[in-house]
């Protein structure tokens, strides 16, 4: 969920995505004046654990919607109960039907 967004902001603009009760947040920002260059790995992960499966499919879909690619773990394990997506530039989310347990 966005909690904030800004533009413009000395050469800067971004969204913020979390929840306003946590301690934290993302944050996705674009720089107007200088490329930065891509630097991932298969193995630099956003991992999101959807325990359920209507949500995840959803998700799934949402994400493939918004240009993302379904592609193969590098990792086998995620496999297994997730779905690992790329984006544009490398990075890579997995999405994980189940719920995150220490």
Not at 74 to 90: C, H, R, V
Request: with cysteine; glycine share 8%; net charge negative.
């Amino acid at each position: 969920m966005p909690i904030g967004e800004f533009t413009d902001h000395e050469g800067f603009s971004g969204v913020m995505l979390g929840d306003e009760t946590l301690s934290w947040h993302l944050e996705f920002t674009h720089c107007h004046h200088h490329p930065v260059k891509p630097a991932s790995t298969a193995e630099d992960l956003l991992v999101l654990y959807l325990p359920s499966e209507a949500d995840w499919q959803q998700r799934c879909l949402s994400l493939t919607r918004a240009g993302f690619t379904r592609v193969t773990s590098f990792n086998p394990y995620w496999a297994e109960n997730g779905a690992t997506f790329q984006d544009k530039d490398g990075y890579r989310t997995v999405l994980q039907h189940g719920t995150w347990r220490l």
